[in-house]
């Protein structure tokens, strides 16, 4: 795909609609914008990308403690799990719409296509600078209040690292 586009007077170019869909570019998202060479390079941005390393030890943490089943989203793909066989899976289209709508979550969701959750299960929406930038989930059929706890200082801790 190609296109021409005109750049107006403050600088901007318009991303034309086919491309935005079939990179899922939604609405207030933000872009990365950088220089290769001689060309400009334009990629989505994950809030999430700059504390994953921090997210991951917590998350490895957290699940050494509950010894459930986590799972972490960004609005795109799943970035952590014990759950290898998912990481880096797209999430279904109506997880992705959970999370740009702020929605709660349905007892029958899918993760990604695969991986239905057949269990009980707790999320927390993952917020930075306002944006509700994915979801951190416990899986089990055994939820407790230690659960919700590590969940809630999970969610909490990515605001500020």
């Known amino acids: 795909m190609n296109f021409i586009k ?7 170019i318009v991303i034309p609609k086919e491309i935005r869909k079939s990179l899922d570019i939604q609405k ?27 997210l991951i030890k917590l998350c ?61 299960f707790i999320y927390k929406p993952l917020i930075i600078d306002s944006n509700q930038v994915g979801l951190i989930l416990l899986i089990d059929e055994d939820i407790n209040d230690k659960d919700k706890l590590l969940l809630e200082i999970v969610s909490k801790y990515i605001n500020t690292i």
Do not use: A, C, P
């Open 6 to 12: 005109r750049i107006d007077d403050l600088g901007r």
């Open 28 to 54: 207030n998202e933000n872009m990365e914008i950088s220089i290769d060479n001689d060309e400009i390079v334009l990629k989505k941005h994950s809030l999430l990308n700059e504390k994953e390393k921090d």
């Open 60 to 120: 490895n943490l957290v699940q050494n403690i509950s010894n459930k089943i986590i799972v972490v989203t960004d609005r795109d793909k799943v970035i952590y799990s014990n759950i290898e066989s998912i990481i880096n899976k797209e999430i279904s289209d109506k997880l992705k719409e959970y999370i740009i709508n702020r929605k709660e979550l349905d007892m029958n969701i899918n993760i990604t296509d695969e991986y239905k959750i057949e269990s009980n």
